[in-house]
T-cell receptor, first 116, second 116 residues
Framework: AQKVTQAQTEISVVEKEDVTLDCVYE???????LFWYKQPPSGELVFLIR??????QNEISGRYSWNFQKSTSSFNFTITASQVVDSAVYFC?????????????FGRGTSLIVHP | ETGVTQTPRHLVMGMTNKKSLKCEQH?????MYWYKQSAKKPLELMFV???????ENNSVPSRFSPECPNSSHLFLHLHTLQPEDSALYLC???????????????FGSGTRLTVV
């Protein structure tokens, strides 16, 4: 069975601090996808990144970066120089590759609060 | 309009009312999902329609009834709800064909439901 653990329920930082959101997953599949979503107060889950299990390259997009390590089954998300607009709930998710089970498993989410 | 659209954005209903939530996607996806998000609880998958097949979470009460007339539209019919059903209901869509390079889930903004 698939499982996604986001151990940090809530993180509070001051603007301009760097912050890392942890995500640990469990799956028996060799082919799978990992996702990060952002949910601002408006409610919509906004797609941030997708990574497949064969691509362990780290990715950087502006102030966002992701560290995927299959050896530790982790897919951590770092925000550099955080801003107040980064305040949201962030979800990590896992899904088998298309053609298999199409039901994603979400973590419980990490609430990030960035203070000015 | 593109993306996933949910209506209404907000809904207040009495326990004896019957109402329906609507979700529409213009992405050409072939799978649609209903999620329930209650305060302080993880995202709960309620129903999935994929390639005309329906998958449901057996813990969802029968007072929630989904309908998927075609691959672009999804409804959630509500009747005789309870106050504990108050939550944010999110619709999502995805493409489940193997090898799709854009595989991922697109969410709507949700319907915030209050049962009084």
């Amino acid at each position: 069975a698939q499982k996604v653990t986001q151990a940090q329920t809530e993180i509070s930082v001051v603007e301009k601090e760097d912050v890392t959101l942890d995500c640990v997953y469990e799956t028996r599949d060799t082919t799978y996808y990992l996702f990060w979503y952002k949910q601002p107060p408006s409610g919509e889950l906004v797609f941030l990144i997708r990574r497949n299990s064969f691509d362990e390259q780290n990715e950087i997009s502006g102030r966002y970066s992701w560290n995927f390590q299959k050896s530790t089954s982790s897919f951590n998300f770092t925000i550099t120089a955080s801003q107040v607009v980064d305040s949201a709930v962030y979800f990590c998710a896992l899904s088998e590759a298309p053609g298999g089970s199409y039901i994603p498993t979400f973590g419980r989410g990490t609430s990030l609060i960035v203070h000015p | 309009e593109t993306g996933v659209t949910q209506t209404p954005r907000h809904l207040v209903m009495g326990m004896t009312n019957k109402k329906s939530l609507k979700c529409e996607q213009h992405l050409g996806h072939n799978a649609m999902y209903w999620y329930k998000q209650s305060a302080k609880k993880p995202l709960e998958l309620m129903f999935v329609y994929s390639l005309e097949e329906r998958v449901e979470n057996n813990s969802v009460p029968s007072r929630f009834s989904p309908e998927c007339p075609n691959s672009s539209h999804l409804f959630l019919h509500l009747h005789t709800l309870q106050p504990e059903d108050s939550a944010l209901y999110l619709c999502a869509s995805s493409q489940v064909l193997q090898g799709d390079p854009n595989y991922g889930y697109t969410f709507g903004s949700g319907t915030r439901l209050t049962v009084v």
